[in-house]
């Protein structure tokens, strides 16, 4: 025999209840042998009880309860409900006049529910040819008198149950309340939570059923709940023993009780989904193959008990009074943490017992507030639990790690010592993003790192289309998953937290707002984005001073503008002591000779121990492309300038090249890694501009560049045979030497040699004394800078 479960969605008026009668049905012919327990219909439960509340509020009901009526006629109108209907207006009249209700009253209302369902689907199923008959299990199932959530009493269910089967046995197909008994006196009682699976749990047992089927509306258990982790996925097998933390541990479809008959008689129960035929499900047996992490759960109806007290070291029996105090009052602990100092023990339980929790407590220990041994019992109830079933504590690091990375820390941890389970108590505002951090890390399901690009120029802009070229074979070969849910310009912001596509240029002009950094973070906060990094493609002075609050709110940095890097050094260190506190990292690799990896060697070398002596080299990709043209071809230099500014090497002011600044900014950051306190002053800067182009806005300066062409035509033609203009960058960490200026080469030297936008960098330590290190390659351009600040967007992504 086979028992057949459906729930409250399952049965419901339309698709629900149709395609339920199709699944008897269907099983019936095919599989002989089954018995179907149902819940009450829809949300008939809920409804029932709210309009019992009401009757005792003394508020009004009666349209609630038409309503009501309707919706259980409205499927089958040959069937007369009106002695269940009768039993629920005189019930509600009552409480309405005594303006209170016991928990017995509150059984008989709720039990019309399952009662209306049995008949509605026996009826049906009569109608199409289907020997079924009605059971009301408040005739076997005989419980004790606990209203609300009795238990059965077994010898005298069982023999109920099996004496009735064999009288309905064969070809009949019983259609069985679920959730409903009565006591010895027949009264009628209920199962209390998860009641209908306990009756079909029961029923399997009593039975001896092969299988227990319970038909949701779900496809089985997920990895995670699918409405928190839109990456969760089902899980085929699992174990009892597993089911049964998950069960503890807030996986709604099972529950503890109802798992306990079936491991007594080892039979499989398989979750369905009602409306998708063609997933096989989850099926729960004694043993599964698979090993590992089965399952995230979440409890979020809880509250965090925690009683300190320094006098409580050493005591005996503080933990016996703690507990026979919680128990006396009916509350039940899900979680106890407990320091081996003794000065604190953490409870975890049902959030509306957290009230009566303290004040018994505090009852409990009145004395002991007294003598100074207990000094606070207190509760956090905006809390919730995540267990991690089969999760193994050698391998918790990673999980952990991420959270905090995150921001997310546990106010409370715990394992199970057999078995493997790791619960973690966190904040219920930081529940959804950690739940998701910890599901990305366990199931090694593509990370998701939430970056928002302030800046869509040139650089941006590159980057942005690099990204969403990319990122399928990112997700593909690396496992991650980009997902760019801001892009921000100087006054507008594109916000989408599912990530950009290919269109952004579009959807950042039709949907842009104008913005506040607040207003970026609070989305990130609001939408519970993990992984979060902040990408600085501006050339802003102003945008820098965000720095702090992004790495304050959780995001890593990454930076093409060198502005940060070189502004006063109290800014510099500031910026790194809040990225140590905040455990966050910053990388800007672009800064200096765009996509060449000079930054990442200097320090490595600087790290190593290496004494650098000195650096010089060719610092600026656009000076450099400006001199190796002018110097060969026959071309005003305003107009080797324009050439510059289209192909993207200069800066959006390209009077940030010619005055000498950009590579003066490029010498600072390099001495600032090697540790040199310097500031952007201290370095001697030759400016090739005229005076009058340096005050002047930079409209007026755009269309006077050609003032420049006399002063270049002189120094080119003052210059020696064979030899080619450069504007170098020099520094000497042994003279102290730190100068950025314009110089004569020889045109068979190494600096004379470079071409195009290249920059070259010659680095002198102790090892390369004679022979420097060099590095050389195109030091300028939207394309390979985008790809250098992509570079280090996936070097971030290893350390999230
Ligand atoms: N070109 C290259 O080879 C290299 C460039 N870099 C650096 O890359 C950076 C970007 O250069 P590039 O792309 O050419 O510059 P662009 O002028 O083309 O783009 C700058 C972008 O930043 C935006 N912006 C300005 N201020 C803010 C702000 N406060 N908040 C948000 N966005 C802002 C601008 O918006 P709006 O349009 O509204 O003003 C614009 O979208 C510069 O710092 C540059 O030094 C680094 C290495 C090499
Ligand atoms: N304008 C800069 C761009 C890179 O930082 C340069 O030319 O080097």
């Not at 207990?374 to 999980?399: C, M, R, T």
């Not at 607040?518 to 990094?533: F, G, P, T, V």
């Amino acid at each position: 025999m086979k028992i057949l479960k459906f729930g409250g969605k399952s049965l419901a008026n339309g698709k629900g209840i149709k395609t339920a009668i199709q699944i008897i049905k269907d099983k019936a012919q095919q599989e002989g042998n089954i018995a179907v327990v149902l819940s009450a219909r829809g949300n008939a439960t809920d409804e029932l009880l709210e309009m019992l509340e009401k009757a005792a509020r003394k508020e009004t009901y009666h349209e609630q309860l038409t309503a009501f009526k309707a919706y259980q006629s409205q499927t089958d109108r040959s069937l007369d409900f009106s002695e269940e209907f009768t039993t629920l207006e005189n019930l509600f009249q009552g409480v309405s006049l005594l303006g209170d209700y016991s928990e017995k009253i509150k059984d008989q209302v709720a039990s019309q529910g399952e009662i209306i369902s049995a008949k509605l689907v026996t009826n049906l199923l009569k109608k199409e040819g289907v020997n079924a008959h009605y059971t009301d299990t408040r005739k076997l199932i005989k419980t004790d008198d606990v209203f609300g959530n009795a238990r059965p009493l077994d010898v005298i269910s069982r023999r109920n149950v099996i004496n009735h089967f064999k009288s309905y046995n064969g070809t009949t197909v019983n259609i069985v309340t679920g959730f409903i008994g009565s006591n010895q006196n027949n009264e009628t009682t209920t199962l209390g939570r998860n009641g209908s699976n306990y009756t079909a749990a029961l029923l399997a047992n009593f039975l001896d059923a092969e299988e227990l089927q319970n038909y949701t509306h779900v496809d089985g258990i997920f990895t995670a709940n699918p409405d928190l982790v839109a990456d969760a996925r089902k899980i085929a097998e699992l174990s009892f023993n597993e089911a049964n933390e998950l069960a503890t541990f807030g996986a709604h479809i099972l529950h503890a009780k109802t798992i306990v008959p079936l491991i007594e008689k080892n039979i499989p129960l398989r979750i369905l989904n009602t409306f998708n035929s063609s997933d096989n499900g989850t099926v729960i047996t004694q043993k599964t193959n698979t090993k590992g992490i089965k399952s995230i759960s979440v409890l979020d109806t809880v509250a965090l008990i925690n009683l300190e007290g320094r006098g409580l070291l050493g005591r005996v029996g503080v933990d016996a009074r703690i507990f026979r105090t919680l128990g006396e009052n009916e509350i039940n602990v899900s979680i106890i943490s407990q320091g081996s100092s003794e000065r604190g023990i953490g409870l975890v339980i049902d959030a509306d017992k957290a009230s009566k929790a303290i004040v018994s407590l505090e009852k409990e220990f009145e004395n002991d507030f007294y003598t100074k041994d207990v000094n606070k019992i207190s509760v956090i109830d905006d809390v919730a639990v995540i267990s991690i079933v089969g999760q193994d504590l050698s391998e918790f690091h990673k999980p952990y790690n991420a959270l905090i990375k995150n921001q997310i820390v546990p106010i409370l941890f715990n394992n199970t010592v057999s078995g493997k389970n790791v619960s973690l108590v966190v904040k219920k505002s930081q529940l959804h993003k950690a739940i998701n951090v910890i599901h990305g890390q366990i199931f090694g399901i593509s990370k998701k790192i939430n970056i928002a690009v302030f800046g869509k120029g040139l650089v941006g802009g590159t980057l942005l289309d690099q990204i969403v070229h990319s990122k399928t074979a990112i997700l593909d070969k690396n496992n991650i998953k980009l997902n760019v849910f801001a892009i921000a310009d100087s006054q507008h912001v594109y916000l989408d937290k599912n990530g950009i596509a290919d269109d952004w240029k579009f959807e950042f002009q039709q949907q842009k707002t104008a913005y506040t950094l607040q207003q970026i973070i609070d989305y990130a906060k609001a939408h519970h984005l993990e992984n979060l990094i902040a990408v600085d493609t501006t050339a802003s002075k102003d945008f820098i001073h965000d720095y702090i609050s992004l790495v304050k709110n959780g995001f890593d940095l990454v930076s093409a503008n060198k502005i940060a890097n070189t502004v006063e050094y109290s800014f510099y260190q500031e910026l790194r002591t809040q990225l140590q506190k905040y455990q966050k990292n910053y990388l800007y690799e672009t800064n200096v000779g765009a996509g060449l990896p000079l930054i990442d060697t200097i320090k490595l070398l600087h790290k190593s121990g290496e004494k650098i002596k000195k650096i010089r080299g060719v610092f600026s990709g656009s000076l450099s492309y400006l001199f190796n043209t002018y110097s060969v071809e026959d071309i005003p230099f305003s107009m080797v300038l324009k050439q510059a500014e289209e192909k993207g090497f200069t800066e959006p002011d390209a009077r940030e090249d010619l005055s000498g600044n950009d590579v003066a900014r490029k010498l600072l950051i390099l001495a600032r890694e090697l540790d040199l306190k310097h500031e952007l002053s201290d370095i001697t800067i030759q400016n090739l501009l005229p005076a009058h182009l340096q005050a002047i806005n930079l409209q007026l300066f755009k269309k006077s560049i050609t003032d420049l062409d006399q002063t270049y035509t002189l120094i080119k033609a003052n210059q020696k045979e064979h030899h080619v203009l450069r504007y170098v960058g020099d520094l000497s960490t042994e003279t102290g030497i730190l100068e950025v200026k314009l110089i004569s080469v020889p045109s068979n030297s190494a600096l004379g040699q470079i071409k195009g936008s290249d920059s070259i960098f010659e680095i002198y330590t102790e090892a390369y004394a004679a022979q420097p290190l060099v590095i050389q390659g195109a030091g300028a351009g939207a394309a390979v800078t985008a790809r250098g600040v992509f570079g280090d967007i996936l070097r971030l992504t290893e350390k999230l």
